[in-house]
Structure formats: structure tokens, C-alpha cells
């Protein structure tokens, strides 16, 4: 199993929720965070942000537990979904998952995702 963590800009949340919807995922974690790359919160110009002067941008964190042979659709989907072209669309990221257990029925894996 893999856990798939995307960073991705919050107005492409919807069109990410969408793709993933359409590719039979049924479940994800959504997080709101801040922080910035290489460009040091640079947005390229599509971002102002009047209230403060930081250079963390806010963004979306999701997380998807996937099978393994999914992995790669559920990549692509994300890939193209939150694709822009400009500075700042965002990271994903691919970590191995030893076991998911349901609480309630004590489910174990792709019978708990």
C-alpha cells in the first residue's frame, strides 16, 4: 500500500477532488497548510496576500491511501488536475505503508482503505 501526499494550491482543490473521484478513490485527509519552495513564497505573481508580509504561501495538503497498482493513476490524476504551468503548483509525495487498520471493525489493509 502507499500514501500519496499532495501539496497543492487551494483553487485547484476542487478540480483534485474531482479527478480523484473519477478515478474511484473514495476517501482522502485534507489539511490547510503554509509554506514555500525554492522560490522562497514567490507566487509568480498570482498570489497577494495584503493582511501580512510572510513568505509562506497558503496551500492544501491531501493524503490518499492507495493499493499499490493504483499508485500511478492516482498520480496522474493529481498531476493533471493540479497542473497550472506556474511557480508554486506544488509537490507530491510516495511513502510505503506497512498496515492500515479500521478501529471500529478491526479491518486490516485494502479492506480498511
Known amino acids: 500500500m502507499k500514501k500519496i501526499e499532495a501539496i497543492i494550491k487551494p483553487f485547484k482543490l476542487s478540480a483534485v477532488k474531482d479527478a480523484l473521484h473519477e478515478a474511484g478513490i473514495s476517501g482522502m485527509t485534507l ?33 490518499i491511501i492507495v493499493d499499490d497498482e493504483n499508485e500511478k493513476m492516482v498520480i496522474d490524476a493529481i498531476k493533471n488536475a493540479a497542473y497550472s504551468g506556474k511557480i508554486g503548483d506544488g509537490k ?22
Open 31 to 63: 489539511t490547510d497548510v503554509k509554506g514555500f519552495g525554492r522560490q522562497r513564497g514567490s507566487s509568480g505573481g498570482l498570489e497577494t496576500i495584503d493582511e501580512y508580509d510572510d513568505e509562506f504561501l497558503a496551500k492544501m495538503k491531501v493524503e
Open 92 to 113: 507530491i509525495f510516495v511513502y510505503n505503508i506497512e498496515q492500515v487498520i479500521r478501529i471500529r471493525t478491526g479491518e486490516k489493509n485494502s479492506d480498511a482503505v
